[in-house]
């Protein structure tokens, strides 16, 4: 499969990463909450990355939380773009970000890894 497409996939799936955290931490800034499913086992439960940030001291309801979560998925968002334009260093920070969102259950780690599979391939083979 061609280094393009391979990276046409890699940008999808960082975008819906980043975006949603973009657009969920910026929501909750703005209304005070996260978006929490509405029915069903876990409804109005954040998801378990709730729990792994509880591990490290952080309250996930808290605008720190919030914050970290608009800031980083915003950064990541310009850096989906710079990666789009072939921009030289975009690569890594690419990785970088893929990695550092591995602790974002379920969904997240699994489309994180996916990234971070393609971009090697997308490496190895130029």
Do not use: H
């Amino acid at each position: 499969m061609p280094a393009n497409i391979l990276s046409g996939i890699v940008i999808i799936l960082a975008l819906l990463d980043g975006g949603f955290m973009a657009f969920d931490g910026t929501r909750a800034l703005l209304v005070g909450d996260y978006i929490r499913p509405q029915s069903g086992e876990y409804a109005g439960q954040l998801g378990p990355w709730a729990k792994l940030v509880r591990k490290v001291g952080i309250d996930p309801e808290s605008t720190l939380m919030k914050l970290i979560f608009a800031i980083y998925g915003l950064t990541w968002v310009v850096v989906i773009v710079c990666f789009a334009l072939k921009k030289p260093w975009a690569w890594n920070a690419m990785l970088i970000f893929a990695a550092a969102s591995v602790w974002y259950l379920w969904i997240g780690t699994v489309s994180s890894v996916l990234q971070i599979v393609l971009l090697l391939i997308i490496r190895s083979l130029k």
